[in-house]
């Protein structure tokens, strides 16, 4: 899993406006333009690895686009490169990004939702994946696409799912919760943020005492068997965005480290990644919404 355009401004991740559509390019073919008022789609987040596909079960407004177009020579990477330009200039953050085999191949390829052939051809040996998401104001919206090639055309299926309601306000950070409120909040959204780690500007250890987020973390887990959870840590602003991408990963580390070496959580059930300062809940103008900034979030990434 890799991160991606560090240069784009990322105040676009609370921008209200809806992404330029991704749509065919002059001289394509669309052979598919479906859309679903609410659904979920099981959105990658990891490449297969020898059992399953991680993925975060994105719920909402869904829209599916696929067309091919003539090759020109060029590769299924030169057919993806404009495509995620243009979500990232759109405020996206790449969550997976990979290729046939580092995705895992068949077994990736199918757990993808993927319109069928003739609608949408994958070569099993040469396909782009990229999985996105950024923040709106009506919750967080997510992208993917799927890029292959036959011998002279190469297809293209963009699925988007958007919050399936926008509340006028922007979202704010997440208050402290219960134990209870914990776990209703990961079943109903497949996110929360855990409100009792406190973390100084630049450091990444927890104290050694109890934390009530983490240990109804580990009991969520041990009444849902089947599933795994990715920790996410963020930053404040303070600081280049390369260190603080490191920072928060071992903020997410030290987490994780808690819940399997303290709490007895299994290790292949959570996982841990940075984001730095690319998804800020607050104001990086205030102390107070920079300590709300620092902070670990717990994303549902598979319900077998």
């Given at each position: 899993?890799?991160?991606?355009?560090?240069a784009v401004v990322m105040a676009a991740l609370l921008a209200p406006g809806a992404v330029a559509a991704l749509t065919p390019p002059e001289g394509a073919t669309a052979t598919a333009e479906e859309q679903v008022a609410l659904g979920t789609v099981a959105v990658p987040v990891g490449a297969h690895d020898g059992t399953h596909v991680p993925a975060i079960a994105a719920e909402g407004a869904i829209t599916r686009r696929a067309w091919h177009e003539s090759l020109d020579g060029r590769t299924t990477m030169q057919i993806l490169a404009p495509l995620r330009d243009r979500l990232l200039a759109d405020g996206f953050l790449p969550i997976l990004d990979c290729a046939a085999d580092s995705c895992g191949g068949f077994d990736f390829r199918f757990a993808t939702d993927t319109l069928p052939a003739p609608v949408m051809h994958v070569d099993l040996g040469d396909f782009r994946f990229l999985s996105a998401r950024r923040l709106t104001r009506a919750g967080p919206e997510y992208a993917t696409l799927m890029v292959s090639r036959s011998s002279t055309r190469g297809f293209v299926q963009v699925?988007?799912?958007?919050?399936?309601?926008?509340?006028?306000?922007?979202?704010?950070?997440?208050?402290?919760?219960?134990?209870?409120?914990?776990?209703?909040?990961?079943?109903?959204?497949?996110?929360?943020v855990l409100p009792?780690?406190?973390?100084?500007?630049?450091?990444?250890?927890?104290?050694?005492?109890?934390?009530?987020?983490?240990?109804?973390?580990?009991?969520y887990l041990a009444d849902n068997p089947g599933?795994?959870?990715?920790?996410?840590?963020?930053?404040?602003?303070?600081?280049?965005?390369?260190?603080?991408?490191?920072?928060?990963?071992?903020?997410a580390e030290a987490v994780r480290a808690h819940l399997v070496e303290r709490l007895g959580v299994p290790a292949t059930r959570v996982t841990a990644a940075g984001a730095g300062f690319l998804a800020p809940v607050a104001s990086n103008r205030s102390e107070e919404g920079r300590m709300q900034n620092r902070r670990v979030?717990?994303?549902v990434t598979a319900l077998e």
């Open positions: 899993m890799r991160f991606h355009g560090l699925t988007r799912i958007r919050p399936a309601a926008a509340p006028e306000t922007a979202p704010r950070a997440e208050a402290p919760q219960a134990g209870d409120d914990l776990a209703a909040r990961l079943d109903r959204d497949g996110r929360a009792d780690l406190d973390f100084d500007t630049g450091a990444a250890t927890l104290n050694g005492g109890d934390i009530a987020s983490l240990q109804a973390l580990a009991q599933l795994t959870l990715m920790l996410v840590g963020h930053t404040d602003a303070v600081g280049a965005l390369e260190g603080n991408i490191a920072l928060s990963r071992r903020r979030e717990a994303i």
